[in-house]
């Protein structure tokens, strides 16, 4: 992961997407506070996530979601103590 100091944005770089057709993109992380809250108003306005179950990790909770153009973006809500 890469990130200017002071930087609120980062980067990861990861070598697993071998399968991605070129123009596509897969993995771009939004970040959110209260990953319940966001989902629930995100499927209230018709949003469907890729699974039902919120994903668990050390560094954080997350959900992945297809856009209109077959893209997947991943909602994350950050574990504060794996940042500090």
Same mark, same amino acid.
């Given at each position: 992961?890469?990130?200017p ?7 990861t770089?990861v !070598?697993?997407?071998?399968?991605? =057709?070129?123009? =596509?993109?897969?993995? !771009? ?5 209260d990953?319940?809250? !966001? ?8 949003? =469907?996530f890729? $699974? ?6 050390p560094?954080g909770r997350?959900?992945t ?5 077959g893209?997947?973006?991943?909602l994350? $809500?950050?574990?504060? $103590?794996?940042?500090?």
């Open positions: 992961m890469l990130r100091p002071g930087g609120g944005s980062a980067i770089l !070598t697993w997407f071998d399968t991605m =057709s070129p123009g =596509s993109q897969r993995g !771009t992380v939004l970040g959110c506070d990953i319940e809250h !966001t989902a629930a108003d995100l499927r209230a306005r018709g949003l =469907s890729f $699974e039902d179950a919120i994903q668990v990790a560094w997350w959900l979601f297809p856009d209109p153009d893209n997947a973006w991943v994350q $809500e950050t574990n504060r $103590e794996f940042t500090r």
